[in-house]
């Protein structure tokens, strides 16, 4: 492969795992468009750890996770007792904040003669673990997609068992889950925790695999599009997700068939979607037809 399809295979597992964090709450009847601030803290928190205090990227990436989950698990405790439209708008502010945060955060070591760490608006340079490591364009997307495809064989095992269930009792009705013994509120605030674990470990890697970061990478725009790719991927199956980013990622922008226009044509995907598949391409009616098929064949 070349280095071009490399750049965009990685872009695309990098972008999955946001967009399989967004699609974690939206099974739970929540539409977050926030998750970029945790993808963002993942991206700093793993730079720090490896730039600056020279740990491994295997153990910044679970430090990273760590540091995700608990602000999203803070976000969540005021958040999460909105509905609706004022939980997305309030989720989008508390991205936004973590943005304006990141252009204020100064905090820069002296390494072999040269400032290294976050820069404010500057941006943070020299996030080298990965070169200076040794490892190669074509194994580092490997190495993505091995994480990608174990935290998709959880998603499968979830969706599978009695906590797949629950998730999903909890976006169709929470009132009829709470009355069956299930504490909501605290679930749902798990759920967003382990969101941004997940979106916090893609921000790991993004961080390491362009070797610079900025404020402006953790905008609203990468908010609306991760929660867009579960909405036009489909909400019956974790594979959705991964279906929008790769429509995105891959067709309207790695085939470059739209050029400037790509924008124009996502938003037309999506509006279109909308209307005639609410629920994406793999819904939950899709999803069952495949696995009746299956069921049927053995």
């Given at each position: 492969m070349d280095d071009y399809t490399i750049g965009v295979?990685?872009?695309?597992?990098?972008?999955?795992f946001v967009?399989?964090?967004?699609?974690?709450?939206?099974?739970?009847?929540?539409?977050?468009?926030?998750?970029?601030?945790f993808f963002g803290v993942g991206a700093y928190a793993g730079g720090i750890l490896t730039a600056i205090y020279g740990l491994p990227l295997p153990l910044a990436a679970l430090v990273a996770m760590a540091f995700g989950a608990l602000?999203?698990?803070?976000?969540?405790l005021p958040t999460l007792r909105l509905k609706g439209l004022y939980f997305a708008m309030a989720t989008l502010a508390a991205a936004e904040m973590?943005?304006?945060?990141?252009?204020?955060?100064?905090?820069?070591?002296?390494?072999?003669?040269?400032?290294?760490?976050?820069?404010?608006?500057q941006g943070f340079?020299?996030?080298?673990?990965?070169?200076?490591?040794?490892?190669?364009?074509?194994?580092?997307?490997?190495?993505?997609?091995a994480l990608l495809l174990v935290v998709l064989i959880a998603f499968l095992l979830v969706e599978r068992s009695r906590l797949g269930a629950v998730l999903r009792s909890l976006g169709e009705d929470p009132e009829l889950a709470a009355s069956v013994g299930i504490n909501v509120s605290?679930?749902?605030?798990?759920?967003?925790?382990?969101?941004?674990?997940?979106?916090?470990?893609?921000?790991?890697?993004y961080a390491h695999h362009n070797t610079y970061i900025e404020p402006r990478n953790f905008d609203i725009m990468l908010g609306v599009h991760s929660l867009a790719y579960a909405l036009?991927?489909?909400l019956g199956t974790a594979l959705g997700p991964l279906l929008g980013v790769a429509l995105d990622v891959g067709l309207l922008d790695g085939s470059r068939i739209f050029g400037g226009a790509r924008m124009i044509a996502f938003g037309g995907l999506v509006a279109v979607l909308l209307i005639f598949r609410p629920r994406g391409l793999l819904d939950e009616s899709v999803v069952h037809w495949f696995r009746t098929q299956a069921w049927r064949r053995t």
């Amino acid at each position: 492969m070349d280095d071009y399809t490399i750049g965009v295979l990685t872009n695309i597992g990098l972008f999955a795992f946001v967009a399989l964090s967004a699609y974690l709450l939206l099974i739970t009847g929540e539409m977050s468009f926030g998750q970029q601030a945790f993808f963002g803290v993942g991206a700093y928190a793993g730079g720090i750890l490896t730039a600056i205090y020279g740990l491994p990227l295997p153990l910044a990436a679970l430090v990273a996770m760590a540091f995700g989950a608990l602000a999203a698990f803070l976000v969540g405790l005021p958040t999460l007792r909105l509905k609706g439209l004022y939980f997305a708008m309030a989720t989008l502010a508390a991205a936004e904040m973590a943005r304006i945060l990141f252009e204020l955060f100064h905090f820069q070591v002296e390494i072999d003669g040269e400032l290294t760490g976050p820069d404010g608006t500057q941006g943070f340079r020299g996030i080298r673990w990965v070169f200076e490591n040794g490892i190669e364009p074509a194994e580092y997307v490997a190495l993505v997609y091995a994480l990608l495809l174990v935290v998709l064989i959880a998603f499968l095992l979830v969706e599978r068992s009695r906590l797949g269930a629950v998730l999903r009792s909890l976006g169709e009705d929470p009132e009829l889950a709470a009355s069956v013994g299930i504490n909501v509120s605290r679930m749902k605030l798990g759920v967003a925790a382990v969101a941004g674990g997940l979106a916090a470990l893609g921000g790991v890697l993004y961080a390491h695999h362009n070797t610079y970061i900025e404020p402006r990478n953790f905008d609203i725009m990468l908010g609306v599009h991760s929660l867009a790719y579960a909405l036009i991927g489909g909400l019956g199956t974790a594979l959705g997700p991964l279906l929008g980013v790769a429509l995105d990622v891959g067709l309207l922008d790695g085939s470059r068939i739209f050029g400037g226009a790509r924008m124009i044509a996502f938003g037309g995907l999506v509006a279109v979607l909308l209307i005639f598949r609410p629920r994406g391409l793999l819904d939950e009616s899709v999803v069952h037809w495949f696995r009746t098929q299956a069921w049927r064949r053995t």
